[in-house]
Structure formats: structure tokens, C-alpha cells
């Protein structure tokens, strides 16, 4: 498999040493920063090569994950983060999505279950802990609030999105070419005002458009 690069930001020191312990023992991980705090992690993003995927706590000094996730999606949009964390909160579940998480995973969860998530959002999916896909099930349930001007074609996009297609696979189903698919996924991130694919499906859920 294609080395994958991560970055923890996490304020434990213990279970940040014990999580970069765990995935560097994987041929294909490479996970050699480390930040306790998002401000750290921002001021490095900003001035080193970045990482393809960051594992980010919510409770985080300082600046909260959440705010950590909106700021990094200003500069550097295609960096991937998955949310790591204690807490199954529907709303810090929601608005991390939102913010534009590409998942959001609990600290219960085993090293090979994140290791998996790392995998699946890495290769473009979405990675969800079984208590954290309930809860964004459970919006699907909820009444509409508009259509946002969503498209017949960027509605189909978003349901395979939500089936967790990645965008190649979304352009085989549909026949059409990846530049295609991604620009309708464009224009649905614009119409929904999200950054991430997972931002879209749990927007879309919550209001009912899909």
C-alpha cells in the first residue's frame, strides 16, 4: 500500500506517545509529528510539507479541534483530518463534520480500527466510529429545510457520497469522467457551504436532501 503520512495533534502526552507508538509500527504509516495543541500544528502546517492525514482531538487547549479544523481548511483544504476523541456528543459529532472532518473516531476504538479509518479516508471514503454513524443516521430521520439548489445530478452525487463511494468510484457509477464528478462535488461544497465530503453527507442529511 502507498505510505501513508499522518500528524496526531493531541494534548495527552500518554496517549499520544501510546497512539504514535501503535501506527508507526505499520510498514505503511509514517507518523513522526507530533503538536499538543492546535496552535502549534497551524503554525507548523502552514511552513512544512504537509501530512496526508491528521488524527485531531476535540478538547484541545488553547483552540478547540473543531475551530483547529475550520482554520486549516482555509489554507489547505485537500488535508484530510479525522477526528479522534472521547466524546460521541451529536453536537460536537455534527459540527466537526461540518467544519469539515473527514471522520470521527473514538479513543475506545481499537489501533486497528483507526488504523482502518486512516485507510478508508486516505483512499477517499469516509470513517466513522459505530456509535458516531448512528447519531449521523439518526439526522437522516429529521424533517428538511430546504434543497439548498442542489441539482438532479449533485443530489445523485451526494447519495453515493453518503454510501461511501470515493469520487472515482461515484464517476464509474455515473459514468462520467473523474473531472466531472469532482466538479459536481465542487459545486455541491459551494451550494452547502462544507469543505469535506463527510461535511456535505452529514449537511445534506440533516436537512433532508437526501
Known sequence: ??????????????????????????????????????????????????????????????MSGVEGIRELKTFAPDVAVIVLTLSDDKEKVMQSLDAGAAGYLL???????????LEQVFMGSAALSPKVAKIVLEELRKPGAGEFSLSDREKEVLGLLAEDLSIKEIAAQLEVSRATAAFHLGNIYKKLDVQSQTGAVAKALRAGVI
Not at 479513543?107 to 479509518?117: E, L, M, P
Request: charged fraction near 25%.
Open 1 to 62: 500500500m502507498i505510505p501513508i503520512n499522518i500528524w496526531i495533534v493531541e494534548d495527552d502526552a500518554g496517549y499520544r506517545r501510546n497512539l504514535q507508538r501503535s501506527l508507526v509500527r505499520e510498514k505503511h504509516i509514517d507518523c513522526n509529528r507530533v503538536f499538543p495543541s492546535c496552535i502549534e500544528f497551524l503554525e507548523a502546517i502552514r511552513t512544512d510539507k504537509h501530512p496526508d492525514l491528521v488524527l485531531m482531538d476535540l478538547g484541545l487547549p488553547g
Open 107 to 117: 479513543k475506545s476504538s481499537s489501533t486497528r480500527q483507526i488504523v482502518n479509518g
